[in-house]
Structure formats: structure tokens, C-alpha cells
């Protein structure tokens, strides 16, 4: 790598959009199906060209960011990433890398390189040739190669497997390898689609590890996708939130934790899932509280300032706080348990206030006394970690 | 082969062999059971009927038979190998099924591979439809639709504005009848290498195409390595067939002018032994034609195995 032909890798998607031509007679039966009441998971909208798989996406990657899509299944992850990568057509926009247009420019031609989820690692060859293969297709010479995989070989920790077959690895051996593969061609951007999910648990973690390591060593922009929220938030610089072929939120995962955009998002980050509540916003000047079951706490500055820069009024709201955020009090708004799982340096409790199911997360060192069934309690939070959320657009109020 | 070995015969290298054959012991009963009648079908269906190929030594007489018959050792052997024919014959025999087996063989695969790079799946069903149709037609009407389609006032003569009759000419016998094999079998025979290429993986080829890798180079890296063993199964059961050129086709295919060509060791004993009546010569002739098909069979076997690190059959 000489420094003049490093250039910036920056990568923009402007309104990039995937339509996915209907095979003939599908039409129909998707008409139908669109038609039909029950709630389905996946809502793609369904034009007469075919599905819209993603639409609308605009974003622009700095270079050497690490940029995480991430969203439930079906919501166009993958698609996105395969359109960057030149494997899937474009149906509309632009995908600009490093300044120049390359919607019709043939995959190998983008300076990409592709980790995928099932490793697709060559079996007939070797792990050494698996990882030569790119560079001996561009025709570079034979020691340039070595050292080019020797060294990725280092980096990953594989060089005792270099003469081995891909079938006589374990997975996570594999899946190194097979970003070994990628790392050997230096890519303006790396592209990896669910690379950990076909791991188990354990491996996972130590490969997310891997790779929050491997970044510092091998400078590039890298575009990770992932269903796994833990994942999204180590990993990412920022965090693309998809659904249904739109973006719903992009941010650093502090912002999306803290100020989600709405109701999706909310629900989408974090483990526990978050509570909502029906409440009630009041606006008093600059100030804003919210109601909810008797209890009333004012908003922390910074919402306060955000609502009002938007004349945000009193309304009916979904307010939601994350089970976290919750405190146990001798007054607020009262629950009943129904369950008390116990999780070691916590407890979870699950309680039903007002008809909706809430939890509240207590630190054992908190407890006064165990918690029993239909046993009532009440609790509080703070006006920094309520999130409001408009009746009506379920949006975040705070935009 | 009754060779079962000792329990303490077994090494620890063939512990598993060993284990198996305990279990066979163990139910031989079952095993007798389900055996049995397939040990008889064989027996009375494929070793009885050889007993026949004694008619190969005798000077065969269907009234006397075959014991009653004079016997006459290898005296049809020596007759044929000697007769002035023989050598063209066995040339004609193998030129048809070898070159049948250079140009036939390949053709699935290479239809196999285009097949497979189509996009659509409505499509790809409909051209495999029409691909596959022809293998239904009997060998005896695909004659003549060939006979029609290249006589002097046929389709490829008026295309071709000329008036030769290509049923006469020794020198295109060979041609028609590899070709037309193509055009009837090829689609059907492309079937099996068209599920085994369905095992390649789709991302493996993404992400050759990734690496860089063009046409040639994503079926050099991704499809052969799917298809390899199918083919060489296959090639070595063409190859256990090269000897039995089907009988049908070449006499289908005969004319009296082009006789030079397409009389096969398979034709002369059909002519020799059913329309002469010379049943032991003519019986000679298939056994002689017999031996070189299982010689051929087992070393190329070999060959295979030694090709490819000690698989064969
Ligand atoms: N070839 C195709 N033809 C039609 N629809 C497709 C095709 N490929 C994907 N889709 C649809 O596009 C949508 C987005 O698919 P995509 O693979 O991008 O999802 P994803 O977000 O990666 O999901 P997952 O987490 O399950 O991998 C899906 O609803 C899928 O049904
Ligand atoms: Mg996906």
C-alpha cells in the first residue's frame, strides 16, 4: 500500500431502490395476500412492477466507517448489501464509491470485497489457495501473493491451516479463512453479510472480538450486516435500522439507544424490550412533563429543548422507558407482579401496570425482601429516559 | 466370496468391517430373506443363459442342442479373427463408439452448464421440455426421420441447394449416426449433471464472481468441482458400453452403399447368426465382442482411479 494510491473510500447510496420483478403468475397470489387482513411480519410494498425490497435509502459512509445494517428478517439487509457489492441490479438511484458512479460496474471492478454467511469457501482448494484465488485472477506475481496471504494469514491466526481443506476446519476456522480471502485483496470496502450467525454462541462472541481487532489493523470502510442487535451496537460506528425496505434510523448506537426515532426502532434496541405506556404529554411554557398513571415527572432539559424547538404541544402520547430505566419507589405508578425472574445481579419483573405488560429490571443489592406473585409495587423514572412517541405516527416527538 | 474373517483376524484398521460383519451374523437370517431373491433372478436370468455362450464352441444345431451339437473348440474364433472383415469390423465398431463417446460425451455437460445459466426458471423448464423430447422417439423413427430429412429431395438438401444422398456415402455414416445421438440423447443424459450442478452453491458463485472470476473461470472453481464425480461415474459407465454399440441404429442407418462404414461386429452377428442361421459362428462373434467390453471396462476403471486419488467404482 503506497500512499498515493490510498484513496478515500467513501461509499454513498443516494435513494438507492430494489424491485424485484414479479416471476409470472406471483402477481396474483401477492395481490391477494396484500389483500387479506392478517398481519403478516414482512410488509413490502407491492407495486405493479414487483416487490419493493428497499427503497428510499439514502446514506453517505465516511471513509474507514463501520457501518451495521440491521433489522428483522426480510427488511432488505441483505439486498442492500448485494446491490453495493454488484451481485443485484439496481432498480433506481445511485451507488457512488469513492466518488465515482458504479451502478453498472461489474463486481470485481468496485474494489469490494465480500465476506458471506455460509463461508462459500472453494472445497476442492486449499486454504492458501482459497485466499490466492482473487489475486491470482488479477494476475499478480507469485511472491506478491505469498506475502499478500501469509500475512492475512497472520492476522487471522490460520497459518497452521494453510495446506488444509476447507472441510477439515471447524466453522469459526472457516469463516477466518473466508475473511482472510477478503482482507488478501485490501478492498476500498468490505462487505459482510451475517458473517457470525452460522456460529454458535460462544464463537460468536469471540469472533466479534476478531473483528473489533481485525478493523484496527486493516484500515478500510467496512458495511456489516446483522439481525443481531448486540452485534449492531459493539461493532458499528454508526447503525442503519431498516424495516420494510426503509431506513427508519441511522445514528451511532448511543443516539439510537437514547433517542430512538420511533416506536420500531425503540422496540427494535435493547434487551429487555421497552415499555410503553399510554400517557399524556403537557406542555407548561418550556417546559414539558408527562403523565401516566397518577405520576407526573418533568422532562430533562435536553428533550424539553428538542420538543420545543419543534412547538411540540400537550398531547395524548405512547411513552416509553426501557426496563433499565425503571426504579422501584414507595409510590409512582402501581403493578402487580406476575413473575419474578431472577437473573443474578438483577431481577426481572414482570408486571402488569394499567392492562399493559411492563418490566422492571431491580438490582438484587436494591431488594427489600423477595417479590411474590400479585404482589403490588409501584415505580419510577427519570425525565432524561422517557421517550415520547406521537399517537398518531408513532415518530419520536424529539424529531 | 465366503471369506469371512475371524473376529481376532481383524485389525484394529478395519475395526469397522469388523463391527459390520458381526452385525451381519448377528441377523443373518434377514439378510438370507431379503437376498434371496435377487440371488435367484441373477442366477436364473444372467448365469444360466450364460451356459449358452457354449454354443460359441460348437457347431450349433438347434434341434440336437447344445450338447448334442458337434463341438468344435475355437474353430469360430479363429474363422472370424482370420476372415479378411474381421479388422474393419472391429474398426468400424470402435470408431462408432469411441468417437460416439468423444463428441456424445461431453455434449450433456457442456448443455448442462448453459442450462444452468439461465436466469428464469420458467424458461430453463421450457427449453429442458423441448430438450428432452426427442429421447422418447424410438430409435427406429428417429431413423427415418433421418433417412427422410437427408435424402437427395429432403430438408438438408433443399436448404442446401445440392441433391447428394448422404444415406450412400460411407464417409458421412459415421457423422449422421453420432450426431443424430446427440440431438436424441443429449438433453435427457444432461438431466443428471443438471441436478448434480443444482448443488452448487449460489454464494460460492457470487463469490467467484467477486474474486473476479468470468465464465470459464466461476465453472472451473465452483460447477466442475460440483459435477466431477457425477461425470466420471458416468464416463466409466460409457466407457463399460463402448463395445455395445446399439445393433438397431446401425442397421437402421445401413444402405448397401455405405456398408464400408456401418457394418458393426453387432450387425454381422445379427446378419450371421438370425438371418444365416450360423449360430455358433455368430455367437463367437458377441462373446469375442464381450471380452473386449470387460477388459476395456476394468482397466479403464483403473485409469480413473489412478486419476482421481483412488476413487472409481
Ligand atoms: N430474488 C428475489 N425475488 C423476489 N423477492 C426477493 C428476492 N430476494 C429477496 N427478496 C425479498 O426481498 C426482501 C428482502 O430480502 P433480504 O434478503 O434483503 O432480507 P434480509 O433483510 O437480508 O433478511 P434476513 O435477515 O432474513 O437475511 C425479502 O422480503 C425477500 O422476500
Ligand atoms: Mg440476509
Request: hydrophobic residues 40%; neutral net charge.
Given at each position: 500500500?503506497?500512499?498515493?494510491?490510498?484513496?478515500?473510500?467513501?461509499?454513498?447510496?443516494?435513494?438507492?431502490?430494489?424491485?424485484?420483478?414479479?416471476?409470472?403468475?406471483?402477481?396474483?397470489?401477492?395481490?391477494?395476500?396484500?389483500?387479506?387482513?392478517?398481519?403478516?411480519?414482512?410488509?413490502?410494498?407491492?407495486?405493479?412492477?414487483?416487490?419493493?425490497?428497499?427503497?428510499?435509502?439514502?446514506?453517505?459512509?465516511?471513509?474507514?466507517?463501520?457501518?451495521?445494517?440491521?433489522?428483522?428478517?426480510?427488511?432488505?439487509?441483505s439486498t442492500?448489501?448485494?446491490?453495493?457489492?454488484?451481485?443485484?441490479?439496481?432498480?433506481?438511484?445511485?451507488?457512488?464509491?469513492?466518488?465515482?458512479?458504479?451502478?453498472?460496474?461489474?463486481?470485481?471492478?468496485?474494489?469490494?470485497a465480500m465476506v458471506f454467511q455460509n463461508y462459500a469457501l472453494y472445497p476442492h482448494m486449499t486454504v492458501y489457495e482459497n485466499m490466492a484465488f482473487s489475486l491470482k485472477l488479477r494476475k499478480e506475481p507469485k511472491d506478491v501473493i505469498d506475502k499478500k496471504v501469509r500475512e492475512a494469514a497472520e492476522i487471522l491466526d490460520i497459518t497452521q491451516y494453510l495446506e488444509r481443506k476447507p472441510k477439515a476446519l471447524s466453522g469459526g476456522q472457516r469463516q477466518r479463512v473466508a475473511i482472510g480471502r477478503a482482507i488478501v485483496r485490501d478492498p476500498k470496502v468490505m462487505l459482510m453479510d451475517e458473517p457470525l450467525s452460522n456460529?454458535?454462541?460462544?464463537?460468536?462472541?469471540?469472533?466479534?472480538?476478531?473483528?473489533?481487532?481485525?478493523?484496527?489493523?486493516?484500515?478500510?470502510?467496512?458495511?456489516?450486516?446483522?439481525?443481531?442487535?448486540?452485534?449492531?451496537?459493539?461493532?458499528?460506528?454508526?447503525?442503519?435500522?431498516?424495516?420494510d425496505g426503509y431506513i427508519q434510523q441511522i445514528g451511532t448506537p448511543q443516539e439510537v439507544f437514547d433517542h430512538p426515532a420511533n416506536l420500531f426502532v425503540a422496540g427494535f434496541i435493547g434487551m429487555p424490550v421497552m415499555?410503553?405506556?399510554?400517557?399524556?404529554?403537557?406542555?407548561?411554557?418550556?417546559?414539558?412533563?408527562?403523565?401516566?398513571?397518577?405520576?407526573?415527572?418533568?422532562?430533562?432539559?435536553?428533550?424539553?429543548?428538542?420538543?420545543?424547538?419543534?412547538?411540540?404541544?400537550?398531547?395524548?402520547?405512547?411513552?416509553?422507558?426501557?426496563?433499565?430505566?425503571?426504579?422501584?419507589?414507595?409510590?409512582?405508578?402501581?403493578?402487580?407482579?406476575?413473575?419474578?425472574?431472577?437473573?443474578?445481579s438483577s431481577v426481572h419483573l414482570h408486571v402488569n401496570a394499567g392492562g399493559r405488560d411492563v418490566i422492571i429490571i431491580v438490582p438484587t443489592i436494591d431488594m427489600k425482601g423477595n417479590y411474590k406473585l400479585g404482589d403490588t409495587v409501584h415505580f419510577t423514572f427519570g425525565g432524561?429516559?422517557?421517550?415520547?412517541?406521537?399517537?398518531?405516527?408513532?415518530?419520536?416527538?424529539e424529531f | 466370496m465366503k471369506k469371512v474373517p475371524e473376529p481376532a483376524a481383524a485389525g484394529g484398521g478395519s475395526s469397522k468391517m469388523h463391527n459390520t460383519l458381526?452385525?451381519?451374523?448377528?441377523?443373518?437370517?434377514?439378510?438370507?430373506?431379503?437376498?434371496?431373491?435377487?440371488?435367484?433372478?441373477?442366477?436364473?436370468?444372467?448365469?444360466?443363459?450364460?451356459?449358452?455362450?457354449?454354443?460359441?464352441?460348437?457347431?450349433?444345431?438347434?434341434?440336437?442342442?447344445?450338447?448334442?451339437?458337434?463341438?468344435?473348440?475355437f474353430e469360430h474364433f479363429q474363422r472370424f479373427l482370420s476372415s479378411p472383415d474381421f479388422m474393419r469390423y472391429l474398426m468400424n465398431t470402435l470408431k462408432l463408439s469411441v468417437f460416439g463417446l468423444l463428441w456424445g460425451f461431453p455434449a450433456p455437460i457442456l448443455l448442462a452448464f448453459l442450462l444452468n445459466r439461465i436466469m428464469s426458471a420458467k424458461t430453463k423448464q421450457k427449453i429442458q421440455l423441448v430438450l428432452y423430447m426427442p429421447n422418447f422417439i424410438s430409435v427406429i423413427v428417429l431413423c427415418g426421420i433421418v433417412r427422410i430429412l437427408l435424402s437427395p429431395t429432403g430438408l438438408v438438401n433443399s436448404l442446401l441447394g445440392t441433391s447428394t444422398n448422404f444415406m450412400t456415402m460411407p464417409s458421412a455414416f459415421r457423422t449422421i449416426y453420432i450426431a443424430s445421438g446427440i440431438w436424441q440423447g443429449a438433453g435427457w443424459a444432461s438431466i443428471i449433471y443438471t441436478a448434480a450442478l443444482s448443488n452448487a452453491s449460489k454464494e460460492l458463485k457470487e463469490a467467484a464472481v467477486i474474486d473476479g472470476a468470468n465464465i470459464i473461470q466461476q465453472i472451473k472453481a465452483v460447477e466442475w468441482p460440483a459435477i466431477k464425480d457425477t461425470v466420471l461415474i458416468q464416463f466409466i459407465m460409457s466407457v463399460g458400453n463402448i463395445m455395445s454399440v446399439g445393433f438397431e441404429k446401425a442397421y437402421a442407418l445401413q444402405t448397401d452403399l455405405n456398408l464400408n462404414a456401418s457394418e458393426i461386429i453387432s450387425t454381422y452377428v445379427y446378419k450371421k447368426g438370425l438371418l444365416d442361421g450360423d449360430y455358433g459362428f455368430s455367437t463367437a462373434v458377441g462373446l469375442f465382442n464381450t471380452v473386449i467390453n470387460v477388459i476395456l471396462l476394468i482397466s479403464m476403471n483403473a485409469l480413473v482411479k489412478k486419476m482421481n486419488e483412488g476413487k472409481g467404482i
Open positions: 500500500m503506497c500512499p498515493e494510491s490510498e484513496s478515500m473510500a467513501t461509499v454513498q447510496l443516494k435513494n438507492i431502490k430494489k424491485v424485484y420483478p414479479f416471476i409470472s403468475g406471483e402477481q396474483k397470489k401477492n395481490k391477494k395476500k396484500a389483500d387479506e387482513p392478517e398481519k403478516k411480519k414482512v410488509n413490502l410494498q407491492i407495486t405493479d412492477e414487483g416487490v419493493v425490497a428497499v427503497q428510499a435509502f439514502d446514506l453517505d459512509i465516511a471513509d474507514k466507517e463501520f457501518i451495521v445494517l440491521v433489522g428483522p428478517s426480510g427488511c432488505g439487509k442492500t448489501l448485494r446491490m453495493v457489492a454488484g451481485l443485484e441490479e439496481i432498480s433506481g438511484g445511485q451507488l457512488i464509491i469513492d466518488g465515482k458512479v458504479m451502478n453498472d460496474v461489474a463486481p470485481k471492478d468496485r474494489d469490494i456460529l454458535d454462541a460462544k464463537l460468536r462472541n469471540e469472533m466479534r472480538a476478531e473483528i473489533i481487532k481485525l478493523r484496527q489493523r486493516i484500515n478500510t470502510t467496512f458495511m456489516y450486516v446483522t439481525h443481531d442487535q448486540t452485534e449492531a451496537m459493539t461493532l458499528g460506528d454508526r447503525i442503519v435500522i431498516m424495516k415499555n410503553f405506556f399510554d400517557a399524556e404529554l403537557k406542555r407548561d411554557g418550556k417546559k414539558y412533563f408527562v403523565e401516566v398513571g397518577g405520576y407526573r415527572t418533568e422532562l430533562d432539559a435536553e428533550k424539553e429543548a428538542r420538543l420545543a424547538a419543534h412547538d411540540v404541544q400537550s398531547q395524548p402520547i405512547t411513552l416509553g422507558v426501557r426496563p433499565e430505566h425503571t426504579d422501584v419507589a414507595d409510590a409512582g405508578i402501581s403493578a402487580k407482579v406476575e413473575v419474578a425472574e431472577m437473573m443474578g432524561r429516559v422517557a421517550h415520547v412517541f406521537s399517537k398518531e405516527t408513532d415518530k419520536n416527538l | 458381526v452385525y451381519i451374523r448377528q441377523h443373518w437370517q434377514l439378510y438370507v430373506l431379503f437376498m434371496l431373491p435377487a440371488f435367484l433372478l441373477t442366477i436364473i436370468f444372467r448365469y444360466i443363459p450364460m451356459g449358452g455362450i457354449a454354443i460359441a464352441f460348437t457347431e450349433y444345431n438347434p434341434i440336437r442342442g447344445i450338447f448334442g451339437s458337434e463341438w468344435v473348440g
